[in-house]
């Protein structure tokens, strides 16, 4: 196996990111939201973007949002991946402090691949230390699809343990 590349995405790679096979059962993606447009209204920054990257394919990516204003990013809220093992790693090596906040249909415990998609993200979450941060919220997304929001602390970021 090749080794595994973590960086910021750079400026002008949106294709890069959007590129990760994922069919878009939990996160913002479940509910229509795209890196892209988000990105160019200036939620979502390049350095607070990142990749994992194999032999020059995503197979890891997250991206933690924050305001027109912040200095540092609020929030983890895109994370997705083929490879846990690479997302893990990834969440190590990124600099940031942040929470957690996957976002899931309310009935996402009823769809064993929603389900497995939740699951997954949340184990690569404890894997590199964060935990609950004990508060399940649920959120209105649009008039008509509904979501669960699940929040996790991180204590330190992931790679400073």
Do not use: I, K, N
């Not at 609020?74 to 969440?91: C, K």
């Not at 190590?92 to 957690?100: D, G, K, Q, T």
């Not at 249909?105 to 497995?116: F, G, L, M, S, T």
């Amino acid at each position: 196996m090749s080794d595994l590349v973590l960086r910021a995405l750079r400026e002008g790679e949106v294709d890069l990111f959007e590129s990760l096979p994922d069919p878009g059962l939990v996160g913002l993606a479940a509910f229509g939201q795209r890196y892209g447009a988000m990105a160019q209204e200036g939620g979502y920054r390049p350095e607070w973007t990142w990749v994992a990257l194999r032999e020059g394919r995503v197979v890891a990516r997250a991206a933690w949002w924050g305001g027109p204003s912040d200095d540092a990013p609020r929030t983890l809220d895109w994370l997705d991946f083929t490879d846990p093992d690479a997302a893990v790693a990834l969440l190590r090596a990124a600099p940031f402090r942040a929470e957690y906040s996957l976002t899931v249909p309310v009935d996402w415990r009823d769809h064993p691949e929603v389900r497995a998609a939740a699951e997954g993200r949340v184990d690569a979450a404890q894997r590199c230390g964060m935990r609950p941060a004990g508060r399940a919220t649920a959120v209105c997304v649009d008039a008509v699809r509904r979501g669960a929001r699940q929040t996790w602390e991180a204590a330190v970021p992931c790679g400073a343990g």
